[in-house]
């Protein structure tokens, strides 16, 4: 048993008695990225084909990006046998050949589908043909399944979820399984049965108010996502780079998403974007806290002030990641004190975004952070507790 999960077994959260969905995937919380964001239905497998180089051409590869996923609107039918049916215009190849595609860049490949009758754009849902979908899926080497909650009313979700999920089990391909049903049937209570990653919320939209509160909904189930591996809360995909918001507001939002161990989902088109923009998604030291072997979820440790949050997230080096979040419009000074981290003596301070040493300090540390922004920082306790 890991540190981790000795932990929540002495806080009294395990799942005693329940299997844990585990099909060996997502070790770590997901990275890739996925249509829906910026592009919605405007989906074509030139797009898929375009984002996978810039996938590899920006780096975001080697950062650790694997899923290219496309979301709604790439279905239009089922044949006469019951298959479901791509969009011949926009997919003209079919979806095998761009799988192949995406697979040989070094990358993996997702699509998305609806548990319900319909998607939420009125294509062909899975209802009634989970078995067939996911051997279809399998067959056109799909490694990633988003499934969606439009159109499903008067269904269970945790029956309809797992039956999908043992339908993916069945097809024997090896496939990340996401469910999206925005957190409406409490998933923090079962999904870590079913998928591999669940929302915890509604859509985000390209905006500061609407990003925070995908957090505040997203960290009251932190403990979800330690109950065992490949299970991970989804706050939504990351709207960085789509213009709606500041760069600072981005690099907090960033931050945010990997101190809470959330799937890295960028949502941005990857052939035009900014320096900076690139800067911010392909920060190696800041996926490193989102990737952490413990796995943990950061939380608040402390409310220094009103609008004012410090984040920490225990890493398996036995440092904390730390995000000091400024939700005012006004730049102000934030102080972690050591007793909120329960590191007692001196501890070594670096800035993840500047890429510098800090120094050590022997009580807490300070630092002014901008409006609507963040300062992220791993802190290393120089002596063993
Ligand atoms: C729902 C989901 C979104 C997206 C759209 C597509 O709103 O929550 O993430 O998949 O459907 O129609």
Same mark, same amino acid.
């Given at each position: 048993?890991? !540190?981790?999960?000795?932990?929540?077994?002495?806080?009294?959260?395990?799942?005693?008695?329940?299997?844990?969905?585990?099909?060996? @995937?997502?070790?770590?919380?997901?990275?890739? =990225?996925? &249509?829906?964001?910026?592009?919605? %239905?405007?989906?074509? #497998?030139?797009?898929?084909?375009?984002?996978?180089?810039?996938?590899? !051409?920006?780096?975001?590869?080697?950062?650790?990006?694997?899923?290219?996923?496309?979301?709604? %609107?790439?279905?239009?039918?089922?044949?006469?046998?019951?298959?479901?049916?791509?969009?011949?215009?926009?997919?003209?190849?079919?979806?095998k050949a761009l799988a192949d595609y995406v697979h040989s860049k070094g990358l993996k490949?997702?699509?998305?589908?609806? !548990?319900?009758?319909?998607? %939420?754009?009125?294509?062909?849902?899975?209802?009634?043909?989970?078995?067939?979908?996911?051997?279809?899926?399998?067959?056109?080497?799909?490694?990633?399944?988003?499934?969606?909650?439009c159109n499903a009313q008067g269904l269970d979700a945790p029956t309809q979820y797992a039956?999908?999920?043992?339908? @993916?089990?069945?097809?024997?391909?090896?496939?990340v399984f996401s469910i999206c049903e925005w957190g409406s049937n409490h998933p923090w209570?079962? /999904?870590? +049965?079913?998928?591999?990653? =669940?929302?915890?919320?509604?859509?985000?939209?390209?905006?500061?108010? &609407? *990003?925070?509160?995908?957090?505040?909904?997203?960290?009251?189930?932190?403990?979800?996502?330690?109950?065992?591996?490949?299970?991970?809360?989804?706050?939504?995909?990351?709207?960085?780079?789509?213009?709606?918001?500041?760069?600072?507001?981005?690099? #907090?939002?960033?931050?945010?998403?990997?101190? *809470?161990?959330?799937? @890295?989902?960028?949502?941005?088109?990857?052939?035009?974007?900014?320096?900076?923009?690139?800067?911010?998604?392909?920060?190696?030291?800041?996926?490193?806290?989102?990737?952490?072997?413990?796995?943990?979820?950061? *939380?608040?440790?402390?409310?220094?002030?009103?609008? +004012?949050?410090? =984040?920490?997230?225990? @890493?398996?080096?036995?440092?904390?990641?730390?995000?000091?979040?400024?939700?005012?419009?006004?730049?102000?000074?934030?102080?972690?004190?050591? =007793?909120?981290?329960?590191?007692?003596?001196?501890?070594?301070?670096?800035?993840?975004? /500047?890429?510098?040493?800090?120094?050590?300090?022997?009580?807490?540390?300070? #630092?002014?952070?901008?409006?609507?922004?963040?300062?992220?920082?791993?802190?290393?306790?120089?002596?063993?507790?």
């Amino acid at each position: 048993m890991s !540190a981790r999960y000795g932990v929540l077994a002495v806080l009294g959260v395990g799942l005693v008695g329940a299997s844990l969905h585990d099909n060996g @995937l997502a070790r770590t919380p997901p990275m890739g =990225w996925n &249509s829906w964001n910026h592009f919605g %239905c405007d989906v074509s #497998a030139k797009l898929i084909r375009e984002t996978a180089d810039a996938m590899v !051409a920006s780096g975001m590869r080697d950062a650790g990006y694997q899923y290219v996923v496309i979301d709604d %609107c790439w279905q239009v039918a089922r044949d006469r046998t019951g298959r479901i049916v791509a969009d011949s215009t926009r997919f003209p190849g079919g979806m095998k050949a761009l799988a192949d595609y995406v697979h040989s860049k070094g990358l993996k490949f997702g699509l998305y589908t609806d !548990a319900g009758r319909r998607t %939420c754009q009125g294509r062909p849902g899975t209802y009634g043909s989970e078995e067939i979908d996911a051997r279809t899926y399998a067959e056109w080497g799909v490694d990633y399944v988003k499934e969606d909650w439009c159109n499903a009313q008067g269904l269970d979700a945790p029956t309809q979820y797992a039956k999908f999920r043992d339908a @993916l089990l069945k097809s024997g391909r090896p496939i990340v399984f996401s469910i999206c049903e925005w957190g409406s049937n409490h998933p923090w209570n079962w /999904a870590p +049965r079913t998928g591999n990653l =669940w929302r915890t919320t509604g859509d985000i939209g390209d905006d500061w108010a &609407s *990003m925070v509160s995908r957090v505040d909904l997203n960290s009251q189930y932190a403990l979800a996502a330690g109950r065992g591996p490949g299970a991970w809360n989804d706050p939504d995909m990351l709207e960085v780079g789509n213009g709606g918001m500041t760069d600072d507001e981005y690099r #907090a939002h960033f931050s945010l998403w990997a101190i *809470m161990a959330a799937p @890295l989902i960028a949502g941005n088109d990857l052939r035009s974007m900014s320096t900076a923009t690139r800067d911010l998604l392909t920060n190696k030291e800041v996926i490193a806290v989102d990737q952490d072997s413990l796995g943990a979820q950061g *939380m608040v440790v402390e409310i220094p002030g009103p609008d +004012r949050q410090v =984040w920490a997230k225990p @890493l398996a080096d036995s440092s904390r990641a730390v995000v000091l979040f400024n939700r005012s419009a006004l730049q102000t000074v934030i102080t972690v004190p050591w =007793w909120s981290l329960k590191i007692s003596g001196s501890a070594k301070v670096r800035d993840l975004w /500047a890429h510098s040493d800090l120094g050590s300090f022997d009580d807490h540390f300070s #630092a002014t952070v901008p409006a609507h922004g963040s300062v992220m920082v791993r802190i290393t306790p120089e002596r063993a507790k």
